[in-house]
């Protein structure tokens, strides 16, 4: 399932390489989201991280002033057993205040 949402990203951040073998190569983001509040234990804002692109997409945001406002595109999927959310586009709107 997909849905739009406005998020503000906070940070992104590139990894490209190898690690035993393995090759990775992502780009995550970061985007502030509303902690739970309604068991009256928590209040405010954590920061959440989405797996996002490869990681030369990274380039087109890198010289942008963080925090900012950006209309998303999410998709739930789910291995089965766990479901997770990941971004499938970022479009900056506006600078945040911070």
């Given at each position: 399932?997909?849905?739009n949402?406005?998020?503000?990203i906070?940070?992104?951040?590139?990894?490209?390489?190898e690690?035993e073998?393995?090759?990775?190569?992502?780009?995550?983001?970061?985007a502030?989201?509303?902690?739970?509040?309604?068991?009256?234990?928590?209040?405010?804002?954590a920061?959440?991280?989405?797996?996002?692109?490869?990681?030369?997409?990274?380039?087109?945001?890198?010289?942008?002033?963080?925090?900012f406002?950006?209309?998303?595109?999410?998709?739930?999927?789910?291995s089965?057993?766990?479901?997770?959310?990941?971004?499938?586009?970022?479009k900056?709107?506006?600078?945040?205040?911070?």
């Amino acid at each position: 399932m997909k849905i739009n949402q406005q998020l503000t990203i906070t940070g992104m951040k590139a990894s490209k390489g190898e690690f035993e073998g393995t090759a990775f190569d992502s780009t995550k983001v970061y985007a502030m989201t509303d902690m739970d509040e309604s068991k009256g234990n928590a209040k405010g804002f954590a920061t959440v991280e989405y797996g996002f692109a490869k990681a030369d997409e990274f380039e087109k945001y890198k010289g942008l002033t963080f925090p900012f406002k950006a209309d998303c595109e999410l998709e739930f999927v789910t291995s089965g057993k766990a479901q997770k959310m990941i971004l499938l586009s970022v479009k900056p709107v506006a600078a945040a205040k911070v």
